[in-house]
């Protein structure tokens, strides 16, 4: 380092004020917590996972379709909720539409949702960009992501243990909060929509985003302490200099 550079960083400040630094934090762990389950989601919510978890529910059975045109279908679906145009007005070989308009309307009401939530997470990933950005000696912005991703830590496996015992009351809870009453209910004998996507499928999709959000919470919780620990350390060396 250079005579120049060495007075350059004794003259820059090395703490951020509290103020300042407890806004960093908690843009971060907002943030945090937001980016985990943007990131898991995006990790199921795809033809690949869909695929395996539809042969795992035996959806082949409740349509009584090949697999061909099962995984075509599904597909075109969840390729629509992300690129549109979300009339989801797929149709069969012979022309039958796959879903009723009731079915259709909402699967483009889950389009609106998913997109919104995809706009939040983008939100939340720049919001920590911002944060680290503003915070210079990095304290702040890991002890924010620190405890974003303990708190959401001890959100997945509260709710992981909630779900377990009223998986029922909390998917109806979770279609109360997202969609208009009377939207979401299907009947699994003739409506295609809860065909393709059973019960079983959600479940179990629930339990492996929980496993996976669960382990990538912990695992960012040590990483940022330990880099909030090392930002202390410098700090500290700075200080005494």
């Known amino acids: 380092m250079t005579a120049t550079a060495a007075q350059a960083e004794a003259a820059q400040p090395t703490t951020t004020p509290g103020w300042r630094a407890i ?21 199921f919510f795809n033809p690949i996972w869909v ?44 022309g039958t539409s796959v879903f009723t308009p009731s079915e259709a309307s909402h699967m483009a009401d889950v389009r609106g949702v998913v997109l919104g939530f995809a706009l939040v997470v983008a939100v939340a990933i720049a919001g920590l960009v911002a944060a680290r ?3 210079r000696r990095g304290v702040a912005f890991w002890r924010g992501v620190a405890a974003g991703a ?14 377990g ?19 979401y209910t299907f009947d699994p004998l003739v409506d295609r929509l809860v ?18 959000g669960l382990t990538a919470s912990i695992a960012l919780a040590v990483v940022a302490r330990g880099r909030m620990r090392a930002a202390v350390a410098r700090h500290e060396v700075a200080t005494a200099g």
């Open 195 to 212: 065909q393709l996507f059973p019960e079983r499928f959600w479940m179990e999709t629930s339990v492996a985003l929980a496993l996976v």
């Open 51 to 94: 695929a395996f978890e539809q042969e795992r529910t035996q959806v082949d059975l409740w349509t009584g379709w090949a697999w061909e045109r099962v995984h075509a279908v599904t597909s075109s679906v969840v390729g629509e909720v992300f690129l549109g145009p979300g009339t989801f007005s797929q149709r069969l070989e012979d």
């Open 150 to 163: 303990s708190v959401l830590s001890v959100g997945i496996v509260a709710t992981g243990i909630w779900l």
């Open 23 to 43: 806004a960093i934090s908690i843009v971060a762990a907002v943030a945090t917590i937001v980016s985990i389950l943007g990131a898991a989601i995006a990790l």
């Open 133 to 135: 950005l503003a915070d």
């Open 165 to 183: 015992f009223f998986f029922d009351t909390a998917f109806e809870l979770f279609h109360r909060l997202f969609f208009a009453a009377g939207s």
